[in-house]
């Protein structure tokens, strides 16, 4: 397990570096919600995507947890857990990392982080959604023994964070 991964909560300093890693070294649809107009890292996309995290995560009552993600110190992506709406104990886990680092175990160090820090917030299980096709997704899942089932067009899985699935 890679030790030069660490997450650090979202602040406004972050929110700079991290905007600066999605714009260098990520899509805009793999880090935020579809915004309309023309492709590519707009000002219009740029100003969304901090106006996306400061309503989420650094709002006076935010709806989620947003960690920036440090290689050696230096952000290249963002891990968040937010609450799911009527499943008591349950956070949705998502995560995306900057393409330039993506294969090289910055995710696997960032699941077992991610799974400690919603263990330190009190939630018994973390929820994740992804595509058939997210491979890297599928082989962090059954990396540590969750099993991802069809759930219409995604696959999820229930990662209970209480028993010692690493
Ligand atoms: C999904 C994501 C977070 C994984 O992070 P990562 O740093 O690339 O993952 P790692 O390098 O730690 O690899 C984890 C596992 O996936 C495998 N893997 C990684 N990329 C892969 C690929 N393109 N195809 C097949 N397997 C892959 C690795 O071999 C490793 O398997 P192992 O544990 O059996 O050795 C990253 O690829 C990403 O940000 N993707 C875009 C956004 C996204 O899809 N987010 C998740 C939405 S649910």
Redesign the pocket.
């Known amino acids: 397990m890679r030790s030069d991964v660490t997450l650090h909560p979202l602040d406004r300093t972050l929110l700079t570096d991290l905007l600066r890693a999605a714009v260098e070294d990520?899509d805009p649809l793999?880090?935020m919600p579809p915004v309309e107009g023309p492709g590519g890292w707009t000002p219009e996309r740029r100003s969304a995507f901090v106006r996306f995290h400061e309503s989420r995560s650094l709002a006076a009552d935010p709806v989620e947890t947003t960690f920036a993600i440090a290689v050696s110190g230096r952000v290249v992506?963002a891990a968040r857990l937010c609450p799911v709406d009527g499943r008591a104990g349950t956070a949705e886990?998502?995560?995306?990392?900057?393409?330039s680092?993506?294969?090289?175990?910055?995710?696997?160090?960032?699941?077992d982080s991610l799974l400690d820090r919603a263990r330190a917030q009190g939630f018994t299980s973390v929820y994740?959604?992804?595509?058939p096709d997210?491979?890297?997704?599928?082989?962090?899942m059954?990396?540590i023994g969750a099993d991802l089932v069809p759930d219409g067009d995604a696959l999820t899985a229930c990662v209970d964070v209480e028993a010692d699935v690493r």
Do not use: D
């Open positions: 990520a793999e880090v992506g886990a998502g995560v995306w990392i900057g393409r680092h993506r294969g090289v175990g910055v995710g696997g160090a960032v699941l994740v959604s992804t595509t997210n491979l890297a997704v599928r082989a962090l059954t990396g």
